[in-house]
């Protein structure tokens, strides 16, 4: 423990330490609140213009339409969706009024999309919607797996393991599944960015607790040692994954606070 001690103590001396972690805080910052700055949300004013909402309050408008759903996604949940749709529809056609959609379809359209999809594939979004029995949706998760397994025979026909390997992550799936608004659609992405770039910086940080007696010439002399070897390459390992797991868990928790905020 002595000797990880040692080896903490002169990462953190550093300068370079000090930089790469500014740098490595700084782009969580940074990448955070760009995930806020482009959150979009098209809401409809009062006299039923469109108006596009940006930043937090893109965010604050979409959690507030959407709250009312948030939860499991329950196949009478589906089910009562696709009744609000059709009877949308029913009345007014293609030719909805921006009133009636912003109050009636456009919090649903999320699952308006899967319920297409599922049952349809896609096509003919407004039509299919239309034709799809509001009972059927009852069985909607029985038919996710069998459309998933359909498409997978079509897209992998000479490939039985991969249809299998597929088929088996999907029965891990836990279902109903669970709705909550509030992440952006980039955020995801935003946050891949995020770790591939402290993978570098932390390769920056570490990268002298294994180069720096090479540099010197010591490491002759270290490994003529009792634990020389094996023990300390293990301590320099742990020493490189501690500093590894504090900048990711700081980083990190950084981003999550931000766009959560």
């Known amino acids: 423990m002595r000797i990880m001690f040692l080896e903490l103590k002169r990462v953190i001396k550093s300068p370079m330490t000090w930089i790469s972690a500014t740098i490595a805080i700084a782009l969580s910052v940074v990448i955070s609140f760009a995930v806020i700055s482009y959150s979009r949300y098209v809401d409809v004013d009062k ?38 749709y059709q009877t949308v529809y029913k009345k007014y056609g293609k030719d909805i009024p921006i009133d009636v959609y912003r ?10 999309d899967m319920i297409s999809e599922v049952y349809s594939g896609g096509i003919n979004y407004f039509e299919s919607l239309n034709k799809i029995k509001p009972e059927d949706i009852i069985n909607f998760y029985k038919q996710r797996s069998e459309m998933l397994k359909t498409q997978l025979e ?26 909550y608004q509030g992440y952006t659609g980039d955020a995801a992405d935003n946050l891949a960015i995020l770790i591939s770039l402290l993978v570098l910086i932390c390769a920056v940080i570490v990268s ?13 002399i270290l490994r ?38």
């Open 47 to 84: 006299n039923g213009n469109k108006v596009l909402v940006t930043g937090r309050a893109a965010i604050r408008t979409g959690k507030r339409a959407m709250k009312p759903y948030e939860g499991p996604l329950s196949e009478q949940k589906l089910q009562q969706v696709l009744k609000t």
């Open 103 to 112: 109050e009636k379809l456009l919090p649903i359209n999320s699952f308006l």
């Open 154 to 179: 079509a897209k992998y026909p000479n490939n039985a393991d991969a249809q299998k390997e597929v088929m088996a992550l999907n029965q891990k799936v836990k279902t109903p599944f669970i709705f």
């Open 208 to 220: 002298p607790i294994f180069s720096a007696e090479y540099q010197n010439g010591s490491d002759d």
């Open 224 to 261: 003529c040692t009792k634990y020389g070897k094996t023990r300390l390459a293990a301590t320099k390992l742990c020493a490189s994954l501690f500093i590894v797991f504090a900048m990711f868990t700081i980083c990190i928790s950084i981003f999550v606070l931000i766009v959560n905020s």
